[in-house]
């Protein structure tokens, strides 16, 4: 007895076999190139959703390369395709972008999509254009995968159902239908991803804000209590920043060794509930900051305004980019100062530009490193060769010891004496911070710091802490003295 010929599978992109969304990867692709174009993107809001799709992706259209996929789903639909089935892409995508996806995958008979002066393939236009599709090759019956609601118009007409990556109402609504449908469960958003997104360790380099008002051996509540507030509002501003680093790096991303892991990169948190987030967080960061100062909410907005100009083009220029970081570490002190209402040092200014452009060179260097180890070139998404790391070294160490010819040229001057009862004693800080400076340019060079930021290495350090101890005691012993 011959077994009965599978039915047709059709199968959704966006959101399905890709947990991401082409059309959201397509706007931000836009934005990238040139942050006016969103005003284009408004523009093309009145042409309908088929007539929007169509100008966009004659713009930009996402590498198939770098999408996040659904393995097991792409994994099964291989199976199927080998075994002789007939199985469709079937999308409400672009239909360009839909025919790339299908040559990337390799799985597909033939593909279905929104084309140029069609309806947008959604909903019941999707149905019917499987239904027709279907017929024209002699199927009265088929089977869909998707996840969405507006997915249930499509099931409702299927014979079979697969559901891939469903919200546990949509689930619910099409088990009335497809008591049997086959699922491929979607992993839940924890709280754990959404703290990692936000990369909230990265919070930790916020307590730069707390520089000056320690400097100045304040021990005033009420400016503790501002910089509390200031802590919390930069915070959440850098948050918000980072996520919008994430969203316009999502194909270098996904690239690299150990940033592809970053949940916007894996595909473990949508891009408009990243926007959304995003958005929530910035308003809050500037509500904060109103209350700490006008002029703390001024330099927010500066940094705010100089972390996405770097995002979106400064990264990619080789040595703007070391430069703009350091500058936005230094920031956060000068940030410190007007949140805490205290005079802020130039010799500390001074001090900070080098150590943090040292650090911003460590970074760079780190990833130079990786690049000789993948035999590669080019560092993705950044302006740097594997031939300038060298150059880099020289100049990161350089800047590293110029930090501490500040602080020694510091310790002999008219403000130190002013502040510290012993400056003397300042002059042990000297060799230990230099200490800290060469073995962390050490372990760069052994190959150490592969792939991590300096200051994260930093404050999982025993030794760094170590320093972080003894400067301190450095720097109590300066201001009362031995036995006082």
């Not at 007895?1 to 890709?18: E, I, K």
């Not at 397509?26 to 100008?55: E, H, Y």
């Not at 009420?222 to 930069?234: C, E, Q, T, Y």
């Amino acid at each position: 007895m011959t077994a009965p010929t599978p039915l047709p599978l059709y199968v959704d992109l966006d959101g399905s076999l890709t947990p991401s969304d082409t059309l959201h990867e397509s706007v931000l692709l836009f934005i990238k190139q040139n942050p006016l174009n969103l005003l284009r993107l408004l523009t093309w809001l009145p042409q309908g959703k088929a007539g929007f799709k169509q100008r966009l992706g004659d713009a930009v259209r996402p590498d198939p390369a770098r999408l996040p996929w659904r393995d097991d789903l792409i994994n099964y639909l291989k199976d199927e395709h080998a075994s002789g089935r007939e199985v469709v892409l079937a999308s409400a995508a672009d239909a360009r972008i839909v025919r790339e996806v299908a040559e990337h995958l390799g799985c597909f008979t033939d593909t279905l999509g929104t084309e140029p002066d069609g309806p947008n393939l959604s909903r019941a236009n999707k149905r019917e254009a499987i239904e027709a599709h279907a017929r024209a090759r002699g199927h009265e019956a088929w089977a869909y995968a998707g996840n969405s609601r507006d997915d249930l118009a499509v099931w409702a007409g299927a014979r079979e159902a697969i559901v891939v990556n469903a919200p546990d109402g949509v689930l619910r609504e099409l088990r009335r239908q497809h008591p049997q449908a086959r699922e491929f469960a979607r992993e839940p958003l924890t709280l754990k991803t959404v703290l990692k997104a936000i990369r909230l360790k990265q919070w930790a380099k916020n307590a730069l804000l707390f520089i000056p008002l320690l400097t100045a051996h304040s021990l005033d509540p009420k400016a503790w209590g501002m910089m509390l507030l200031a802590f919390v509002s930069f915070g959440l501003c850098a948050s918000a920043t980072y996520l919008v680093n994430d969203l316009l790096d999502l194909p270098s991303d996904r690239v690299h060794r150990i940033k592809r892991r970053r949940p916007l990169a894996a595909g473990a948190i949508a891009i408009p509930s990243a926007v959304a987030l995003g958005v929530a967080m910035i308003v809050a960061a500037f509500a904060l900051a109103w209350v700490v100062s006008v002029g703390f909410t001024a330099l927010l907005l500066l940094y705010t305004v100089v972390t996405l100009a770097y995002s979106m083009r400064l990264k990619r220029i080789p040595l703007i980019d070391v430069l703009v970081l350091s500058a936005l570490y230094t920031l956060r002190i000068g940030a410190g100062a007007v949140a805490a209402g205290v005079d802020l040092s130039n010799w500390l200014l001074a001090i900070s530009i080098f150590l943090f452009l040292s650090l911003a060179l460590v970074k760079r260097c780190a990833e130079l490193e990786e690049l000789v180890d993948e035999d590669a070139t080019l560092a993705p998404g950044r302006g740097y060769r594997a031939n300038d790391l060298a150059s880099l070294r020289a100049m990161g160490m350089s800047s590293g010891f110029m930090a501490v010819l500040v602080l020694a040229l510091y310790i002999d001057s008219q403000n130190s004496r002013a502040l510290y009862a012993h400056p003397d004693w300042l002059w042990a800080a000297a060799p230990v911070l230099l200490l800290w400076i060469m073995r962390i340019w050490l372990k760069t060079g052994r190959r150490e710091l592969v792939g991590e930021d300096p200051l994260q290495f930093a404050l999982r350090d025993p030794f760094s802490w170590g320093t972080v101890a003894v400067m301190g005691a450095i720097g109590l012993v300066a201001t009362v003295g031995v036995g006082a």
